[in-house]
């Protein structure tokens, strides 16, 4: 469906703050527009998790509620890349942090569930620690 490539992970002190940012790659040519996308993270030892998703145009996000307040989500289409701005980062933000695409067929409604995507990328890593 697409290629997603991610980038912006680091090692960073509690309170700091990371971007990482997705490019899209989309097989068929069809405008990234036409797509929801959404962040998801997995923590060493535990199930992947819901971080944020955002709808094709941008203008509906959603959040999970360890993350609402502190990061943002949002996309440039025009430079086919959604970037997920994280301040306020503490230890329990430490994961490797996937970016996906939805199915085309998919409306994004804020679920958070994996089936909803059908593309990932290969993920970043982002270190809180003192």
């Known amino acids: 469906q697409a290629q997603l490539v991610e980038s912006g992970g680091g090692l960073v002190q509690p309170g700091d703050s990371l971007r990482l940012s997705c490019v899209a790659s989309?097989?068929?040519?069809?405008?990234?527009?036409?797509?929801?996308m959404g962040w998801f993270r997995q923590a060493q030892g535990k199930e992947r998790e819901f971080v944020a998703e955002l709808n094709g145009n941008g203008d509906s996000t959603y959040y999970a509620a360890s993350v609402k307040g502190r990061f943002t989500i949002s996309r440039d289409n025009r430079k086919n890349t959604m970037y997920l701005q994280m301040n306020s980062l503490s230890p329990d933000d430490t994961a490797v942090y996937y970016c996906g695409l939805f199915r085309a067929s998919v409306f994004c409604q804020g679920r958070g569930d994996q089936d909803d995507y059908g593309s990932w990328g290969q993920g970043t890593q982002a270190t809180v620690s003192s």
């Open positions: 989309v097989y068929s040519g069809r405008a990234l527009s036409m797509y929801s």
